[in-house]
């Protein structure tokens, strides 16, 4: 069976997510995915009991020297570190380490470089990534290929109506978590996706002040930032 799973959201136990699980798991039934990760920044998702139709892979994002690091497929929280400790916490639980959006600051293959090998997957496709430098996803692909690494694909959807906007297709005889680990691990899985909105990073982003309690001048820059994300929309209409 084809199962599509968009492999990077995070909820509102980020501190910049704006989504309950019961809402992720809504928007992304009516985009027709078959399954989410939850990848909140430095937090696991507790175990969840979800329906047999759907399926809920627990994962978490970290700051690392060499970019954000995702953690698929844990089972226990993972505190900070360096990139080489958290690949190795990552995969003491049998879990699967990807690197996200290698290249959405940045076009130099030799930064990475000295980790690909530690790597399982590389995501060639996040829903925000071309938002900052517009070839960030083709690059990230064309790497992936000359590499041989494994392609991953999300949304990195902090509101509900990004979820969906990036997603990898994969093929199992049973929706497993070991099925689906193992077929993630598989060359040339297809991958798809959607460039979000720039005003749901802005969205996004006044979650993260009002969580944090931010005052009037932290405000004024977002409500700058909020107004250039609305205009750059509206250039793409």
Not at 72 to 88: A, N, R
Not at 116 to 142: H, Q, T, Y
Request: proline fraction near 4%.
């Amino acid at each position: 069976m084809e199962l599509k799973l968009d492999l990077h959201i995070h909820s509102a136990r980020s501190h910049d997510g704006c989504m309950a699980l019961p809402e992720i798991i809504a928007a992304a039934k009516a985009k027709g995915l078959s399954g989410v990760a939850i990848c909140d920044h430095d937090r696991l998702l507790p175990p969840q009991k979800v329906s047999d139709d759907f399926i809920v892979i627990r994962g978490e994002e970290f700051s690392t020297e060499y970019g954000h690091l995702l953690g698929l497929f844990l089972t226990e929280e993972i505190e900070p570190g360096s990139f080489s400790e958290l690949v190795g916490a990552i995969h003491r639980q049998g879990g699967l380490a990807v690197l996200a959006h290698p290249f959405e600051r940045h076009g130099d293959v030799g930064k990475i470089a000295p980790i690909l090998p530690l790597l399982d997957g590389l995501e060639v496709w996040n829903g925000r990534a071309n938002r900052k430098r517009k070839s960030a996803n083709a690059e990230a692909a064309a790497l992936a290929k000359q590499r041989a690494l494994p392609c991953f694909a999300g949304s990195d959807a902090h509101v509900a109506r990004e979820i969906g906007n990036g997603y990898v297709a994969i093929e199992v005889e049973t929706p497993d978590l070991l099925s689906i680990k193992s077929a993630l691990l598989q060359q040339n899985n297809p991958v798809f996706g959607t460039n979000g909105r720039h005003y749901d990073v802005a969205r996004s982003q006044r979650t993260k002040l009002n969580k944090t309690g931010a005052g009037l001048k932290q405000r004024l820059k977002w409500a700058a930032f909020a107004v250039k994300c609305w205009l750059e929309d509206l250039k793409k209409e």
